[in-house]
T-cell receptor
């Protein structure tokens, strides 16, 4: 497995502002992903963070709302832009170390007022 | 999108009891994964299954990859209070690369 850390662990933000979440892995990985988990719900994939190219977004998620950076093989950021209360969720990064297996960070709990 | 249905949705059991939960899909999966998520934490991988019919154990946990490749089962024997959490099945659909789908979750409460 890998050690995955996220910053911040939680935050409370005002409507209309933006928050950038960082994900750091202790080893180089090819595939990194960002998920959203709304209160009491399962996980939904937001996008695949590609190193050296633009992220690949899933249906219902757009780059303007969730810009992603992947400057190297151990780090990625997800920004939640122009936030509204509906963006209140847990945001999780994950990495794929083995084929068809993903490991998750501890998550960032976001509350938007 | 693809829906993985888990049942039961929630369970309240006495410490020491065995637990069974399952996950079903209308589509075929090549891999089934089982995760546990505790409050305030990210999901932790418990068991990975890669072959239809495979039966794999991890301590008191046993999971099986259904032979139809459309379902999977997780059993926990002799439950203890620290088993409390939400259990998710997950996996990539065939030919979708790393796009993972997650089940609806089974919430487990163990009463001491």
């Amino acid at each position: 497995s890998a050690v995955i850390s996220q910053k911040p662990s939680r935050d409370i933000c005002q409507r209309g502002t933006s928050l950038t979440i960082q994900c750091q892995v202790d080893s180089q990985v090819t595939m990194m992903f960002w998920y959203r988990q709304q209160p009491g719900q399962s996980l939904t994939l937001i996008a695949t963070a590609n190193q050296g190219s633009e992220a690949t977004y899933e249906s219902g998620f757009v780059i303007d709302k969730f810009p992603i950076s992947r400057p190297n093989l151990t780090f990625s950021t997800l920004t939640v832009s122009n936030m509204s209360p509906e963006d209140s969720s847990i945001y999780l990064c994950s990495v794929a170390l083995l084929a068809d297996t993903q490991y998750f960070g501890p998550g960032t709990r976001l509350t938007v007022l | 999108g693809q829906q993985l249905n888990q049942s039961p949705q929630s369970m309240f059991i006495q410490e020491g009891e065995d637990v069974s939960m399952n996950c079903t899909s209308s589509s075929i999966f090549n891999t089934w994964l089982w995760y546990k998520q505790e409050p305030g934490e990210g999901p932790v991988l418990l068991i990975a299954l890669y072959k239809a019919g495979e039966l794999t154990s991890n301590g008191r946990l046993t999971a099986q990859f259904g032979i139809t490749r459309k379902d999977s089962f997780l059993n926990i024997s002799a439950s203890i209070p620290s088993d409390v959490g939400i259990y998710f099945c997950a996996g990539p659909l065939t030919n979708t690369g790393n796009q993972f789908y997650f089940g609806t979750g089974t919430s487990l409460t163990v009463i001491p």
